[in-house]
């Protein structure tokens, strides 16, 4: 089942602006984890946030995690061109045993 | 070396035909998972291998038979499979399983096999 949706589900920008990409989800988790991956590649892990942490920084990327209401987002700043990918959310549930579940993705358009 | 190797990067395969697909990681990681892959859509977990023993299987048909041979190698091993499984299939590992709170570890993906089966 789908745990974490992560909306929109396209995005288009121009190089320089700032990429804001959200995720929902719908159980307790212990971590929530955003990837990239580049057309027909494998997955490049990004960030961890854990359920603990309410804001994380990594370079140009920034992640925060609303338990309450039970999101979180990825802002990537100053796009550029190399950062168009798909993005997925994966979150680690509660009980589910170190099993990631992935988001449906974003993909991410940035125009030179 | 924080690389999961994956081999072949292509395989094109019949119905009757038996083949494996490797992952291989030097990074002392624990736990060892395979993915599914449809084209537009984000993987799908089919085996969790922790600390070489197989902790979750999610339902896969027996078609797909994982091995752990050990701490480094992860095989699958595919036999009569259907055109619907063609797909990316995705090794990933994790310093650690097992779930938990203190476990959070991310997970370090290979490359990948894109399989057909014709």
């Known amino acids: 089942s789908q745990q974490g949706e992560e909306d929109p589900q396209a995005l288009s920008i121009q190089e320089g602006e700032n990429a804001t990409m959200n995720c929902s989800y719908k159980t307790s988790i212990n971590n929530l984890q955003w990837y990239r991956q580049n057309s027909g590649r494998g997955l490049v892990h990004l960030i961890l946030?854990?359920?603990?942490?309410r804001e994380k920084h990594s370079g140009r990327l920034r992640v925060t995690l609303d338990t309450s209401k039970k999101s979180s987002s990825l802002l990537i700043t100053a796009s550029r061109a190399a950062d168009t990918a798909s993005y997925f959310c994966?979150?680690?549930?509660?009980?589910?045993?170190?099993?990631?579940?992935f988001g449906k993705g974003i993909t991410l358009s940035v125009r030179p | 070396d924080t690389e999961v190797t994956q081999t072949p990067k292509h395989l094109v395969m019949g119905m009757t035909n038996k083949k494996s697909l490797k992952c291989e990681q030097h990074?002392?990681?624990?736990?060892m998972y395979w993915y599914k892959q449809k084209a537009k859509k984000p993987p799908e977990l089919m085996f969790v291998y922790s600390y070489e023993k197989l902790s979750i299987n999610e339902s896969v048909p027996s078609r797909f038979s994982p091995e752990c041979p050990n701490s480094s190698l992860l095989n699958l091993h595919l036999h009569a499979l259907q055109p619907e499984d063609s797909a990316l299939y995705l090794c990933?590992?994790?310093?650690f399983g097992g779930g938990g709170p203190r476990s959070s570890y991310e997970q370090y993906f290979g490359p990948g096999t894109r399989l057909t089966v014709t």
């Open positions: 990074m002392g990681h624990r736990a």
């Open positions: 946030i854990r359920s603990n942490e």
């Open positions: 994966a979150t680690d549930a509660v009980g589910a045993n170190s099993k990631l579940t």
């Open positions: 990933a590992s994790s310093q």
